[in-house]
């Protein structure tokens, strides 16, 4: 089992991650990725989830048109650990790959 990560912990975690915020309500990391459209990001979401499976660990998710919202948890310990870093470490390098991607049109 994972442990809760200390407020501390998750403060020196999220200053490597600065796109993603803490869930002003309840113990989650937060971050919205944008692409050029729905294909883009659902194939995103397909890289994401297949990563996540390995891990065993998964997103809160929610994808309008060409925006996912990703929400970090760990639901075994009721709060933030390791595991929900690792997952944004992952989700942030697989948008890296889709922003280098040449687009035309
Ligand atoms: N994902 C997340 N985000 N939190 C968990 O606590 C969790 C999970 N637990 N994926 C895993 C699956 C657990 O249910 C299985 C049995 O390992």
Known sequence: ????LT???IKELLAGLPHWRQDGEREAIVREFVFANFSEAFA???QV??????????PEWAN????????LTTHDAGGLTERDFELAGVAD???ERFALVPRTG
Request: hydrophobic residues 50%; without cysteine.
């Open 7 to 9: 407020p501390h912990q």
């Open 49 to 58: 989830a297949l990563a996540a499976e390995k891990l065993d660990h998964h």
């Open 64 to 71: 309008v048109y060409n925006r996912v919202n990703v929400v």
């Open 1 to 4: 089992m994972h442990k809760k």
């Open 44 to 46: 995103f979401m397909t």
């Open 93 to 95: 390098a697989a948008f």
